[in-house]
């Protein structure tokens, strides 16, 4: 049983727990944990003072990590997933392409949240899970046990830039936001520098509308 998050109530998690089959290259790439695996406690250690930090929740696969990273190599980011082969296929990349600015973390993200004492620059989640039924509403990455703990986390300015393909998760985080003072921002265009992650795709494929929205700590 994995440990309660700290930031939502205890045992509500915002992921759905997958059995997935890990190929023998990313059990490879998990065994070593040096870098660019960082623990959470090594994040705290070697958190970088000199460059601007992006933590990107549920980054899920390794791509648009990397095209990310190539394309703002001044930034470090720290992506986080609990999500192993993922992770695996994330930490082989960093490897073999010989990406130096991005540290992964295969954590709970909120759980990370509650322990790290540093501020980013800012944040992403791209289509976090929507969790579309009225129940499990309360799974939701953006609500507002959420928002206090990235608000928390971020220097005044920084950003939380996300994305969704579920127009009802997207109107709710509008509301949320809005009513709260704390932020600025809204949706936006979407940007050409974001890549298109695996879930953007089926979301297009399906003809779904993608909305990205962006805020800022005032
Ligand atoms: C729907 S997928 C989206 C993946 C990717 N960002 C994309 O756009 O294709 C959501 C991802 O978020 C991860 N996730 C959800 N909640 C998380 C949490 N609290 N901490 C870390 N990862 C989380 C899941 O494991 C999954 O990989």
């Not at 791209?126 to 499990?136: L, V």
């Not at 953007?200 to 779904?208: K, S, T």
């Amino acid at each position: 049983m994995p440990p309660a998050s700290s930031v939502l109530r205890p045992g509500l998690r915002t992921f759905k727990p997958r059995r997935s089959r890990i190929t023998p290259r990313q059990r490879r790439a998990l065994t070593d944990r040096s870098h660019p695996f960082k623990t959470p406690e090594e994040l705290t250690r070697d958190w970088p003072t000199d460059r601007p930090v992006i933590i990107d929740i549920g980054f899920g696969s390794a791509e648009p990590v990397i095209d990310l990273a190539t394309a703002f190599p001044e930034q470090t980011i720290v992506a986080v997933d609990v999500h192993s082969p993922g992770v695996g296929d994330l930490v082989d990349r960093c490897r073999t392409d010989d990406v130096g600015n991005v540290f992964v973390v295969e954590a709970d993200a909120l759980d990370l949240l509650a322990e790290l004492p540093h501020e980013a620059a800012g944040f992403r989640s791209f289509f976090p899970d929507p969790w579309p039924k009225s129940r499990h509403h309360k799974r939701r990455l953006v609500q507002p046990p959420v928002v206090d703990a990235i608000h928390d986390h971020l220097i005044a300015g920084g950003y939380w830039h996300i994305a969704t393909d579920w127009a009802q998760y997207a109107e709710s985080i509008i509301e949320l936001f809005d009513a709260d003072e704390r932020w600025s921002g809204g949706i936006i265009e979407r940007p050409s520098w974001r890549p298109v992650t695996h879930f953007e795709r089926r979301a297009i494929r399906d003809g779904r509308e993608v909305f990205d929205m962006w805020f800022e700590r005032r």
